[in-house]
Nanobody
Framework: QVQLVESGGGLVQPVGSLRLSCAISGDIFGFNVMGWYRQAPGEQRELVAIINSDNRANYADSVKGRFTISRDNAKKMVYLEMNNLKPEDTADYYC?????????WGQGTQVTISS
């Protein structure tokens, strides 16, 4: 059974940085896509960044140039490096894994940007 556990959220001041981590347990076979999504209060969940098993990444326009997604296949980890954080980045951040026959989510980690 695949499980995802996020860590690294917290409170940070504007223009600060945070690094989110997602640990994946269970077997992962074949082509897959790891990603980060976020959901602000009263808003729908939105894509932040995804990276596939060929290491191709895509980002939401709102985070391009500020966030970097990466993965370590050997450790079954996916990361989100967030720089120059803005108050509008405040949200619960969720790790996601899509593979053939499955779509898995973590429980989320809260990120708050405030002075």
């Amino acid at each position: 059974q695949v499980q995802l556990v996020e860590s690294g959220g917290g409170l940070v001041q504007p223009v600060g940085s945070l690094r989110l981590s997602c640990a994946i347990s269970g077997d992962i076979f074949g082509f897959n896509v790891m990603g980060w999504y976020r959901q602000a209060p009263g808003e729908q969940r939105e894509l932040v960044a995804i990276i596939n098993s060929d290491n191709r990444a895509n980002y939401a326009d709102s985070v391009k140039g500020r966030f970097t997604i990466s993965r370590d296949n050997a450790k079954k980890m996916v990361y989100l490096e967030m720089n120059n954080l803005k108050p509008e980045d405040t949200a619960d951040y969720y790790c996601n894994l899509k593979l053939f026959g499955g779509d898995y989510w973590g429980q989320g980690t809260q990120v708050t940007i405030s002075s």
